[in-house]
């Protein structure tokens, strides 16, 4: 599929990105927290490092993205139309992306 720069873009790549970097420094396995700086543990954790941010920054996007195709439907709602099973989908995903939880989702369907 191919992605056309929308209005959306411009506000899920950086907040993709922000969550990204914000998995990097509260959600990886190795603590952070003894760094001073997240380069530090970047430098030192490079593999880790990578998979947190791709991680959220998918889990992001795609809360984006099912927020766009979502955006059609709730525009052409009606008192006359139901919301069918895949929009409320779409809404939980959206949801959970675009809020940075999907780190915990995929832990729980981990588990």
């Given at each position: 599929m191919i992605f056309v720069f929308d209005n959306w873009l411009w506000f899920?790549?950086?907040l993709s990105?922000?969550?990204?970097?914000?998995?990097c420094k509260f959600e990886s396995q190795v603590k952070p927290h003894?760094?001073?700086?997240?380069?530090?543990?970047?430098?030192e954790n490079r593999l880790e490092a990578?998979?947190?941010f791709t991680s959220e920054f998918i889990g992001s996007f795609a809360g984006?993205?099912?927020l766009h195709?979502?955006?059609?439907?709730?525009n052409n709602y009606n008192k006359d139309s139901e919301l069918g099973g895949f929009d409320i989908f779409l809404g939980t995903v959206a949801v959970?992306?675009?809020t940075g939880y999907s780190h915990k989702l995929f832990d729980k369907i981990g588990k």
């Open positions: 899920a790549i950086p990105c922000f969550w990204g970097v914000y998995g003894k760094y001073k700086y997240l380069i530090d543990f970047i430098k990578f998979g947190v984006w993205y099912c195709l979502l955006a059609p439907s709730l959970i992306g675009i």
